[in-house]
Every structure is written in C-alpha cells, then in structure tokens.
C-alpha cells in the first residue's frame, strides 16, 4: 500500500477527485493546508482522512515554514507528495527532499504559461489550444518531467472562467491518472522527461474535439 500526502491551498477540487478515484493501493494519509480556511479541508475531514494546516503567515522566512511543512508531512512517511492547488513556491532544499515522489498539476501546457493567471495569459495570447499538465517537481516552477498532460479546445467567446472550468474538468480526469500510474511503480524519470511504461502514447489526452469544428 502506497501513502499518499497532498497539499491543497483552496477548494480542493483536485484533491477530492484523487480520493474520490480510489486507486487501489493508494491509501490519502493527509490532507495538508497552508490556508486555515481551505475549503477542501472540510471535504477531506468528512471523509475521514487526517488533515493539518501550516498557516504560511505564521513564518517569517519561506524555509522555516518549509520546514514545518516537511515535519508535517513527513509525520505520514509518505510514499508521495502531490500538489492539487497548492499555491506557494517551495524551496530549492524542500524540493530536493522529495525529488522524484513531489508531483504537482499546472494549468497550462507546459512549457507554455508558467507561473499564475494562466487562462487569462493563454487568452491574451490568443492561443488555439490551451490545457493542463501534471509534472514532477524539480528546483525550477513549473519545469519538471511531464507525467500527462490533457488539451483543450479555445473557444470563440471563451473567457478565463468558460476556459478554466474546460480545463479543471481534464485536471480531474488526468491528475487520478498519473498518480494511479505512480502507485502501479509504471513512471520513470530519464533527464527532464517522465517515462510511462505500457503506455505507447505517453501521457498525452486529447480530449474530444468540439462538435462545431
Ligand atoms: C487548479 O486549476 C490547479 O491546476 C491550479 O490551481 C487550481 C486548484 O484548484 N494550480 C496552480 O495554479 C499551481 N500553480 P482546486 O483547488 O480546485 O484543485
């Protein structure tokens, strides 16, 4: 049975779509906040999973919060670390200590839009095809191996919030993915990119085209 930590800042939508996936041999240990008011700490609760904040403003210094967010993580031994919305950037040291089991999902096609306001980016920018990725997280925001990644259709009208929910929806498809091929020990890491065993596409989704194209 691998033990699963996930780090959430806010709704926890992705989070509740890994648990609600119930991949077998994945056993969530933790839900961890850095927001004492995270919605999806309520969701976790009820489901009986153990939760915790480490309220960031609480800390001074970004590696002393990091540390006490690796005390409470590693109060699960956890297997993996995954960051379903987590919105705080990690220090290069708390990355290194969880190199190769620390995986987050970013909503955008990676390399393109790192960083934040990406469906507002991807709009302005006037891109056809926009999307979400899940990675591995390596010293450098939003670089890591790419585990999966999900496409999406730019629509004619489309705002930040049409085109974020046609994302989100592939973010809950795709994130229980990549971890369900994590927990089967399917993914492995060759430089800068992620290999899937068995996979012959590797970790690419389109989703489906719409029906006006
Ligand atoms: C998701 O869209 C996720 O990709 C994004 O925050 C949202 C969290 O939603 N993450 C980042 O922007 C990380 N830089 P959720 O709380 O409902 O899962």
Redesign the pocket.
């Known amino acids: 049975m691998k033990s699963i930590v996930i780090l959430?800042s806010?709704?926890?939508?992705?989070?509740e779509a890994i648990v609600q996936a119930a991949i077998p041999g994945a056993r969530i240990a933790a839900v961890i906040s850095n927001r004492p008011n995270a919605g999806?700490l309520a969701f976790a609760a009820a489901q009986g999973i153990a939760t915790a904040v480490v309220d960031h403003t609480a800390y001074a210094e970004r590696a002393a919060f990091d540390a006490a967010l690796a005390e409470a993580i590693d109060s699960h031994a956890p297997d993996l670390v995954v960051l379903?919305?987590f919105?705080r950037v990690l220090t290069p040291g708390f990355v290194r200590q969880y190199e190769g089991r620390l995986i987050?999902?970013?909503?955008s096609l990676l390399p393109s839009f790192t960083g934040?306001h990406?469906h507002q980016r991807a709009l302005e920018a006037g891109v056809r095809v926009h999307g979400?990725t899940v990675h591995f997280v390596t010293a450098e925001l939003?670089c890591g191996p790419i585990i999966i990644q999900a496409v999406v259709p730019v629509m004619a009208g489309d705002d930040e919030a049409t085109l974020?929910a046609r994302?989100?929806a592939q973010?809950h498809r795709i994130f229980p993915q990549a971890v369900r091929w994590i927990v089967e020990d399917r993914v492995s890491i060759d430089g800068n990119v992620a290999r899937v065993a068995g996979v012959r596409e590797p970790g690419v989704l389109i989703s489906p085209p719409p029906e006006n194209v």
């Open positions: 959430i806010g709704r926890g939508s992705n989070m999806g379903a919305g919105m987050n999902i970013h909503p934040l990406t979400t939003d974020s994302v989100l973010e």
